[in-house]
T-cell receptor, first 112, second 113 residues
Framework: QQPVQSPQAVILREGEDAVINCSSS?????VHWYRQKHGEAPIFLMI?????EQKGHDKISASFNEKKQQSSLYLTASQLSYSGTYFC?????????????FGTGTRLTVIP | DGGITQSPKYLFRKEGQNVTLSCEQN?????MYWYRQDPGQGLRLIYY???????QKGDIAEGYSVSREKKESFPLTVTSAQKNPTAFYLC????????????FGSGTRLTVV
């Protein structure tokens, strides 16, 4: 039930772009994206609810392909503040109750 | 400001002892969750509660116990039955509506010595 994230880690220079992928073997109701700095609380970025839905937040956006049970997070023109570990959380159609299964995370490091 | 408070931030436990981690929220959220985070394994659900006096086991509930006597509070007890308790523990809350985001606390790092 735990989604699979890729890549596990990525290093970028400031201004470069990155894509983080999240896929599930189960039918998804929604996909959440969070960012966590080391030793801190994960911070909510966005939720995608409908198949094909795309959302954006500053230079961070995401898409959700409901048929493929996949979501991708796009970080464009990366900034140093984007460094952290990104987690996707998936809500399954079958479980209800807003329970999430989290991926193992993608560690993003942005260097000057 | 509304949020979730976890305490303590760091906790050391001797083998064979029970310890309780505190989680308090003032967001008026009905649902609360406990997750365990280990390096390379992401977040795994221990217990969750959607209403006072009711809670459900998650994927890794063995060796843990919880209570939900108040809406604001969801303490987690790590018992001596938990064989490998050293980890980072995160508490979260949300409203009980599908497709809504979680608010996380800043975590408690438990180390068994």
């Amino acid at each position: 039930q735990q989604p699979v994230q890729s890549p596990q880690a990525v290093i970028l220079r400031e201004g470069e772009d990155a894509v983080i992928n999240c896929s599930s073997s189960k039918a998804l109701y929604s996909v959440h994206w969070y960012r966590q700095k080391h030793g801190e609380a994960p911070i909510f970025l966005m939720i995608l609810l409908k198949g094909g839905e795309q959302k954006g937040h500053d230079k961070i956006s995401a898409s959700f392909n409901e048929k493929k049970q996949q979501s991708s997070l796009y970080l464009t023109a990366s900034q140093l503040s984007y460094s952290g570990t990104y987690f996707c959380g998936t809500e399954l159609h079958q479980t209800g109750a807003n329970n999430l299964f989290f991926g193992t995370g993608t560690r993003l490091t942005v260097i000057p | 400001d509304g949020g979730i408070t976890q305490s303590p931030k760091y906790l050391f436990r001797k083998e064979g002892q029970n310890v309780t981690l505190s989680c308090e929220q003032n967001l008026n959220h009905d649902a609360m969750y406990w997750y365990r985070q280990d390096p390379g394994q992401g977040l795994r659900l221990i217990y969750y509660s959607q209403i006072v006096n009711d809670f459900q086991k998650g994927d890794i509930a063995e060796g843990y116990s919880v209570s939900r006597e108040k809406k604001e509070s969801f303490p987690l007890t790590v018992t001596s039955a938990q064989k490998n308790p050293t980890a980072f523990y995160l508490c979260a809350s949300s409203i009980v509506v599908r497709g809504t985001g979680y608010t996380f606390g800043s975590g408690t790092r438990l180390t068994v010595v």
